[in-house]
């Protein structure tokens, strides 16, 4: 199994809606990633699990919330977002290997709509 | 991470290879080379990546010059369903996790006409 699956694959929130969206991998890989991207523009990098733990926020705002409940399962909370945060969120993980970084498996992606 | 440059886009026949150039002169030792494609609406996958030798799989070839300033993905036999923009990243090869990112530049736009 290489896959990484992201639900939903769409969602519609309104700006005091609170939200998750969900990401699973069962390849055993530990490093899990959080991606945004906007139309037409590259992936931006949001945040870093490593063994279940935050090792990277790229400066997120705080109405992004990341959780990591196991080394399978990767979380984005949402909450009072604004409409210019609808985005393509992505999901990544990766393992560690010697000699370099391990390949990184994407999912689909979430569409969020702000309205 | 080192800095890389590509062409924003181009063109390839159907059948023939498609070489996609990518500048990365600032590239220190310790820096692979990695190829990620990314398909209208869908996740990035990955192609192929390398350090200082060719690296060839089932998808591409990856020619690295012999300063490590530049690199080129080979597609051998382009097809319709190549069309994708290709993203070229360099990224340390340490296994340490706060140095564990993958960062996206521009890329290519890669359009495969039949």
Known sequence: DTEVTQTPKHLVMGMTNKKSLKCEQHMGHRAMYWYKQKAKKPPELMFVYSYEKLSINESVPSRFSPECPNSSLLNLHLHALQPEDSALYLCASSQYITGGPGEAFFGQGTRLTVV | ?114
């Open chain 2, 1 to 114: 991470d080192a800095k890389t440059t590509q062409p924003t886009s181009m063109d390839c026949a159907e059948g023939r290879a498609a070489n996609l150039p990518c500048n990365h002169s600032t590239i220190s030792g310790n820096e692979y080379v990695y190829w990620y494609r990314q398909i209208h609406s869908q996740g990035p996958q990955y192609i192929i990546h390398g350090l200082k030798n060719n690296e060839t799989n089932e998808m591409a070839s990856l020619i690295i010059t012999e300063d490590r300033k530049s690199s080129t993905l080979i597609l051998p036999h382009a097809t319709l369903r190549d069309t994708a923009v290709y993203y070229c990243i360099v990224r340390v090869g340490d296994s340490g996790g706060s140095n564990y990112k993958l960062t996206f530049g521009k890329g290519t736009l890669l359009t495969v006409n039949p």
